[in-house]
C-alpha cells in the first residue's frame, strides 16, 4: 500500500542518514535505541514495510506509529537486547522493503507474546546501531518504547524467504557514496544485484536456509554457514578470502533462539555440514552482521575433520616454525599446555626453531609490575618434553611493563625456543627493551650486535605494540637470522558489513610503518651479506595481499612463503566464516628451496588450544 502522507519525513530520513554516516548518531550493545530528535504526531495505517522503506535507514525514523499489524515470528527473552520480531503476512509488490521488524523491549524485560501471537504495535521508529557508530556497523530499524496489543494466538507463520545459492547476488556490496563519506545508507536497495542489500531487504523477516556447508566453528553458541557451497572454496571445507573483493556473499551467520540452558548449541568444525531446514528472523549485530537466528535448528553432521601433521624435517634440513599461543600464562590449566605440548611434538614435528606469540608474564593478566615470563616458558618447555620432545632451550627479552599493547597486566611478547642437539643460539649480549639490535659484517658475513635484540624500538611504529625479536642462529657451521613478529591488531577495522563500502581498515597504517620498519632492518642484513639466511616470521595479523605483506617484501628483500601454496591452502585463521592469512613466514632470496606448511590444527575447530594455527617451513642453509 502507498506510503501515508507524513511530514518531513524526506527531510528526517536525510538528516538521520547523513548523522550516521558523519558517526553523530550513537549505540551499543545495551543502549536501548537511537532517534531523530524531530518530533511527529503519531503515525497510524503504517506496515511494516512502510517502516523499513527502500534504503537502509526507516523513512520514518524518530516517529510514533500506531497499531502496525504483524504475526510474532520470534522471541528473544535473554541477552542485553531482547524483544521479538513481527512479520506482516500481506506483503508489498517491491523486493527491497522488509516485511518484518524487531520490536526492542528493553534489556531486562521478558517480552509478552509468543509466536504464533497476532499483534499490533505502537513505538518509535528507531535506527540503533549495534557496537555504536565508530564501529561502522549498519544500522537495524527497530521499533523502541512499544505498546502491545495481542489480537490472537495461534496463527500460522508467515512462510520463510530461502535463502539459497541462487537469491543471493554474486556481488558483495555496492559502492558507498562519496558526499557521504562513503556510506551506502541513503542508496536505494538493490536486492537483485548485491548480496548485503538483499539481506537488508530481509532485515527482519522470516528467512530460512537448507542444508549448508559450515565455513566457521562453533563458538559462543554460534556457528558460520555458506549457502553457496562452491564459493572460493578451502582444501579442507572453508570459505577462503584470498582477496579484499572475495568477501564471500553465501556467509550466513546462524544463533538458536531457544536458550542454551534449554538446548545445548550443537558443536561443528569446518568442514562439518548443518542439515536440514534452520528458520527463524534475519537479525543484525554488532560481530558478524546479518544473522539467522534460528526458532528451529537443523542438525549438525559430523564430516570428520582431522587435525593436519607435518612432516619431521629430513637429514640436512632446518625446520623453523611461528606458533601464536594465545596470552598463555602459568594459570593457565595444565591440560593446556600439555596440550600445546602435544601438538609442539605430534603436529608440529617438533621444529628445530619455534617463535611463540603471546606468551604472558609470570602473573599472566595480573596487572602487578611483573615482566619476566621465565615461569611460562619453563612450563611450556616441559610440556613439550612430556610429549616426547626435545629439550628446548629459550631466549627472550622481557618488555617494559604494559607498553607493548595486548591484555592489561599480561605484558605478552615474542619467545624463541629452539633445540639445542640441532641449531645453537649466537648470544650476543646488551639486549633490553629499549637498546635495538643492529647489524655488522663479521668475517665475510653479517652479524647482530644484540641476540636477542629487539629491532627499531622507540620507532613510534611499535608504540603499545610487541617490538620484533631478532636472533642469530647456526645451523651446520652457516648462520641464521630470524625476526619473530607481532603485529598491530585489526581492532579499529570496520567489518565486511559495514555502512562503509569499502570498509575502513584503519588499523593498516601502523602494520604498514611496522613492516617497513623490518623491511628496513632486514635490509641492513641483507647490505651486509646478500647471501644471508633470514627467515621474518610470526602473526603479522593482515593477509598475504595486503599493503603489510608488500611493505615487507618492498624491493625483494623477502618473498611470502605461504604464497607457495596453492590458493585452497593459503589460511591460518577463520575470522566470521572466512578462512584467512593472518601468520606468515616470509623469506630472504638465498632461500630459494623450501617446503612450507600451514599446519591447521586450531581454526577449523570448536576445540581449539589456540585461535591460530601455526606455520612451519623447512629449507636447506
Known amino acids: 500500500m502507498p506510503l501515508p502522507a507524513v511530514p518531513r519525513t524526506a527531510a528526517v530520513a536525510a ?3 547523513a548523522a550516521l554516516a558523519a558517526g553523530l548518531l550513537t549505540g551499543s550493545a545495551t543502549a536501548a535505541t537511537q532517534h531523530a530528535t524531530t518530533s511527529v504526531d503519531s503515525t497510524t495505517g503504517v506496515h511494516i514495510h512502510d517502516i523499513q522503506g527502500t534504503t537502509r535507514i526507516s523513512p520514518l525514523v524518530g516517529q510514533q506509529v500506531a497499531d502496525v499489524p504483524g504475526i510474532v515470528t520470534g522471541v528473544r527473552g535473554y541477552g542485553s537486547s531482547r524483544g521479538f520480531w513481527f512479520q506482516d503476512p500481506h506483503a508489498d ?3 527491497a522493503t522488509s516485511e518484518g521488524v524487531f520490536v526492542f523491549t528493553g534489556a531486562g524485560s521478558t517480552p509478552s507474546v509468543t509466536v504464533g501471537d497476532e499483534v499490533r504495535v505502537s513505538g518509535t521508529v528507531s535506527e540503533f546501531v549495534p557496537g555504536g557508530t565508530a564501529s561502522g556497523n549498519q544500522s537495524l530499524t527497530q521499533l523502541s518504547r512499544p505498546s502491545v496489543t495481542v489480537v490472537s494466538s495461534g496463527n500460522p507463520l508467515p512462510a520463510p524467504v530461502a535463502i539459497s545459492a541462487w537469491s543471493v547476488p554474486s556481488a558483495y556490496a555496492p559502492a558507498g557514496d562519496p558526499a557521504a563519506g562513503g556510506s551506502v545508507n541513503a542508496l536505494p536497495l538493490k536486492p537483485r544485484s548485491f548480496a548485503l542489500d538483499y539481506y537488508e531487504s530481509l532485515e527482519g523477516s522470516n528467512v ?3 542444508t549448508s556447508p559450515v565455513v566457521g566453528a562453533t563458538a559462543f553458541s554460534e556457528l558460520w554457514v555458506t549457502v553457496k557451497p562452491w564459493e572460493v572454496r578451502t582444501a579442507r571445507g572453508g570459505a577462503l578470502y584470498g582477496s579484499y573483493a572475495s568477501q564471500n556473499g553465501g556467509r550466513l551467520k546462524v544463533q538458536s533462539l531457544v536458550p542454551v540452558a534449554q538446548q545445548p548449541f550443537p558443536d561443528a568444525n569446518v568442514g562439518d555440514v548443518l542439515t536440514g531446514r534452520s528458520e527463524g528472523p534475519l537479525d543484525f549485530n554488532q560481530y558478524g552482521g546479518y ?4 526458532r528451529t535448528l537443523g542438525t549438525v553432521v559430523d564430516r570428520g575433520l582431522e587435525r593436519e601433521r607435518t612432516r619431521p624435517q629430513r637429514s640436512g634440513e632446518l625446520a623453523v616454525a611461528t606458533y601464536n599461543v594465545e596470552n598463555l600464562d602459568p594459570s593457565d590449566p595444565q591440560e593446556t599446555f600439555d596440550a600445546l605440548g602435544r601438538a609442539v611434538v605430534t603436529n608440529l614435528a617438533s621444529p628445530d626453531i619455534l617463535a611463540l606469540e603471546e606468551i604472558q608474564d609470570n602473573s599472566g593478566a595480573k596487572n602487578d609490575g611483573t615482566v619476566s615470563a ?3 616458558v619453563e612450563k611450556f618447555i616441559s610440556a613439550i618434553a612430556a610429549a616426547g620432545g626435545p629439550s628446548y632451550q629459550w631466549r627472550s627479552v622481557a618488555p617494559k611493563n604494559n607498553e607493548d599493547g595486548g591484555e592489561p597486566g599480561g605484558n605478552i611478547r615474542q619467545v624463541f625456543l629452539f633445540n639445542p642437539d640441532r641449531v645453537s643460539f649466537t648470544d650476543r649480549p646488551g639486549g633490553d627493551a629499549t637498546t635495538p639490535t643492529g647489524v655488522v659484517r663479521e668475517r665475510g658475513r653479517a652479524a647482530l650486535t644484540l641476540s636477542p635484540g629487539r629491532i627499531d624500538p622507540a620507532n613510534s611504529a611499535w608504540e603499545a605494540s610487541r617490538k620484533p625479536l631478532a636472533g642469530e642462529f647456526s645451523f651446520r657451521g652457516r648462520p641464521v637470522f630470524v625476526i619473530a613478529n607481532h603485529f598491530g591488531s585489526k581492532g579499529g577495522d570496520e567489518a565486511l558489513t559495514s555502512h562503509r563500502q569499502p570498509p575502513n581498515r584503519i588499523s593498516e597504517v601502523k602494520r604498514v610503518q611496522q613492516a617497513q620498519s623490518v623491511n628496513a632492518f632486514v635490509k641492513d642484513i641483507l647490505k651486509a651479506d646478500r647471501r644471508a639466511d633470514v627467515l621474518v616470521v610470526g602473526d603479522i595479523n593482515d593477509f598475504e595481499f595486503s599493503a603489510t605483506t608488500k611493505a615487507l617484501t618492498a624491493d625483494g628483500a623477502l618473498r611470502a612463503a605461504i604464497t607457495s601454496l596453492p590458493r585452497s591452502e ?3 585463521y577463520v575470522f566470521q566464516g572466512n578462512s584467512q592469512v593472518l601468520d ?3 623469506t630472504s632470496p638465498s632461500i630459494d628451496d623450501f617446503s612450507y606448511d600451514s ?15 601455526p606455520q612451519v617451513l623447512r629449507f636447506r642453509p
Open 15 to 17: 538528516l538521520v542518514a
Open 93 to 95: 509488490d517491491n523486493p
Open 208 to 210: 530460512s536456509i537448507g
Open 291 to 294: 544473522t539467522l537466528t534460528a
Open 374 to 376: 621465565e615461569q611460562t
Open 570 to 572: 593459503r589460511y591460518s
Open 584 to 586: 606468515q613466514i616470509l
Open 599 to 613: 599446519v591447521h590444527i586450531n581454526a577449523e575447530f570448536t576445540d581449539q588450544n589456540s585461535d591460530h594455527d
